[in-house]
């Protein structure tokens, strides 16, 4: 679906690549404030949800590598995605346009035939969505399971449900609250917290144990 969507923006003629310039006007250093104040934590801090998941496969170690490889293709569809969206959209209508990629494909027009492609966004959109939900939700099932020694894991699926379905009703009353929300407060409360120290300490305290067992069993 990528791949078409990208062969009909080029049919289309959308594609400017003057609106790429300048290139690093400001220097590095805006980029490298982005990254390392919101893009390097979300989404790519989230893939830490799929730790989870890895005591239950046959094989972890290969699902390591597919997991790495899967963080480094999704980073570069980022890209290449923001690439066309500047390309297409210019500097300023990407930065104020709520979904620039969406505004992207509504440009498209072929042949004066194909056009309006946005439901297309939509359904991919909904799809990948719904995945991501599935795995965050499995995780926080699991995860609720350990933490209060509950046996049986899908006792938990109905009122964790019930819990994630009033906060997605009441947790932000409109577009602009909920990206300030998941933007501003949760980038701080949660995601740089959870996913990004607590990781890092707990794989520090997992090196140093295993270096001391090593240590003993040399000794012994």
């Known amino acids: 679906l990528a791949v078409a969507g990208f062969i009909l923006i080029v049919s289309s003629g959308l ?22 104040t919101q893009t390097l934590y979300f989404p790519f801090t989230e893939v ?15 699902a390591k590598v597919t ?25 300023d209508l990407t930065a104020r346009s709520q979904y620039p990629l969406l505004s992207t494909i509504e440009s498209i027009q072929v042949a004066n035939f194909l056009e309006r492609l946005d439901v297309f ?16 939700f499995y995780a926080a099932v699991i995860g609720t399971a350990h933490l209060f ?9 109905y009122p ?10 009441t947790i932000a009353s409109n ?3 909920h990206n300030y929300e998941g933007l501003k407060v949760a980038m701080r409360v949660i995601h ?29």
């Open 15 to 36: 594609i400017h690549f003057k609106n790429l310039q300048p290139i690093l006007e400001e220097g590095l250093s805006p980029v490298l404030k982005v990254v390392f």
């Open 48 to 62: 830490i949800v799929f730790t989870m998941i890895l005591p239950y496969l046959d094989n972890p170690k290969k």
């Open 67 to 91: 997991m790495l490889c899967a963080s480094g293709l999704s980073g570069i569809n980022l890209i290449i995605t923001m690439l066309i969206n500047v390309s297409v959209l210019g500097v």
């Open 121 to 136: 966004f939509m359904l991919a959109l909904i799809i990948t969505i719904f995945f991501k939900i599935c795995v965050l």
């Open 149 to 157: 020694k509950v046996k049986s894991p899908s006792q938990l699926s």
């Open 160 to 169: 964790l449900g019930l819990i994630v379905l009033f906060l997605s009703i």
């Open 175 to 177: 577009l602009q609250e």
């Open 192 to 220: 740089i917290p959870l996913l990004g120290i607590v990781p890092l300490f707990l794989l520090l305290v997992a090196f140093i144990k295993n270096r001391k067992k090593h240590g003993k069993n040399t000794l012994n």
